[in-house]
């Protein structure tokens, strides 16, 4: 994707059905409040789902399967609980939880995935298991993951932090990111975490005196600071109009601790960052999925991803 046809791209972020994917844990508690919200701030359908898992050896009528009848009794609880009127409809079926989710995605033309994560272990426990990763790298709409440090979540964002690698996830991120500064008033802050200079570099020779090395890596830092700077203006849409003018953030953090002292020195209610679809060994400049996942899991605000 060029960078002309990034800063073309309107997507809005005007969420009208809602599909919330729940174990009904208590990590998936904090995502119903989130779900909940924000279909009421944006008057937009509720879906409801949970997976019971793959079918069983034995078919058993609903009535009679325990698995079901609790799951049941858990959905007539969250229904009791929406005293606005917001869930469309609960589903709960047996299969492959991220198969069952995907055909209701494409079904009620679900344009927001809300899930929880409780960021125990590694990158395969989240609520739903190894399923939610996949959804966050591969669903057709944004997810947005509710971490167990995540505070407030209410559907009021006033300030969003768009951290960006440049790849493909992140091209189909920022108009999310911009669209929801828009629809909020919020504050648009564009952070990048890019990769100190090596010291081994070539141009830090061995032999040269310490303060001339030290110049040179000040002439670094000051010139990619300002090439990134630049490089994130350049993606951003051609008709921008935010109540208020994006801020930009660079830093030489690999890590995710980067975006999230980031996210709390600007206090932000939302992070919205690309999943995108590597393997290699090239992270260094580009979020991994581990990098995502740490971030999920240690946010003190909801996660928007969207897969590249």
Known sequence: MTVAEIKDMTTAATFHNILLATDFSECSERAWVQALALATRENAHLFVMHALGPDLDVPVAPNVDPEAIVAEQHMRMLVVQDHEHRIEATNICRGNADAVIASLV????????????????????????????????????????????????????????????FGKGSAKALPVAVSLAKEHGARLLLLHMMAPMPAT??????????????????????????????????????????????????GTDLLPEGILATATEQKADLIVMGANHTTSLWTAAHLPWSLVHEVVCQATCPVLTVAG
């Open 201 to 250: 570099s070539a141009s830090l020779s061995a032999y040269a005196p310490p303060t001339c090395a030290a110049d040179e890596l000040t002439e670094w830092e000051v010139s990619s600071y300002k090439m990134m700077v630049e490089r994130m203006k350049d993606w951003l849409p051609r008709d921008l109009k935010v109540r208020q003018e994006p801020e930009f953030v660079v």
């Open 106 to 165: 494409a079904e009620k033309q679900i344009d927001l995935l809300v899930i929880g994560t409780h960021g125990r272990g590694g990158m395969t426990k989240l609520a739903m298991g190894s399923v939610a990763e996949r959804l966050l790298r591969v669903a057709p709409c944004p997810v947005m993951t509710v971490g167990p440090r995540a505070v407030g979540t209410a559907a009021e964002f006033h300030t969003i932090n768009f951290a960006t690698d």
